[in-house]
């Protein structure tokens, strides 16, 4: 197995890159976001990489870091997530922004990938939300939030304050955010008008 491959940039195709090792050309698939990043022909490059092997073909995907790799992988954990959707999530959303939004259940941010429709993007959200390796910069009073908001468990004033905010234009993990900072402030027994005013003072910032 092909773990990792160290070379130079040979030339490029619409979502794959020829990286010369020693003389050997590797075609490796990439997600857009890896491609875009990745130098000049001609230049240096080292991917991580993640082999399949089939009866008829062996397909290598490369990636920049491992924790990429390790999303690549996770990804098709997910029923009806194969190495294509998987690429195609990863080009839309890098894996900090990716684990931020399957923290906060954000199913509209992973579904704006190309090909991932509504149920895909929250069977990729409640197949990983247990899953997920880093919460990037989130807070966890805001992913417990967000849960019991998904679970229909929150307090009424909460999620009162939450869809007003929504109805305002704010999306749903933002306004989660600022009525998490805002419960936090104003006590457990807030009321929603309180929450909402709070909550706005947070998002204005």
């Known amino acids: 197995m092909i773990g990792k491959l160290k070379g130079v940039i040979d030339s490029y195709g619409e979502d794959y890159v020829i990286l010369d090792v020693h003389g050997v050309g590797y075609q490796v698939h990439c997600a857009s976001r890896t491609l875009q990043a990745l130098p000049s022909p001609g230049e240096a490059a080292v991917l991580s990489i993640e082999t399949y092997v089939r009866e008829d073909q062996i397909k290598l995907f490369g990636f920049r870091t491992d924790t990429e790799r390790e999303w690549f992988r996770l990804l098709q954990t997910v029923q ?85 905010l929504v109805n305002l234009g704010y999306g749903q993990p933002q306004a989660a955010a600022a009525v998490a900072a805002a419960s936090r402030a104003a006590g457990e027994d807030a009321a929603t008008a309180q929450l909402i005013k709070l909550g706005l003072k947070e998002l204005s910032k």
């Open 80 to 164: 009806s997530v194969g190495a294509k959707v998987a690429l195609a999530v990863l080009s839309t959303l890098p894996p900090h922004d990716l684990a931020n939004a399957i923290a906060l259940r954000d199913k509209a941010a992973v579904a704006r990938t190309p090909g991932v429709g509504p149920k895909v993007a929250e069977r990729i959200v409640s197949e990983l939300k247990d899953k997920v390796p880093a919460l990037g910069n989130v807070d966890p009073a805001v992913v417990h939030l967000s849960g019991a908001i998904d679970d229909n468990t929150a307090p009424r004033a909460v999620a009162d304050a939450i869809s007003a």
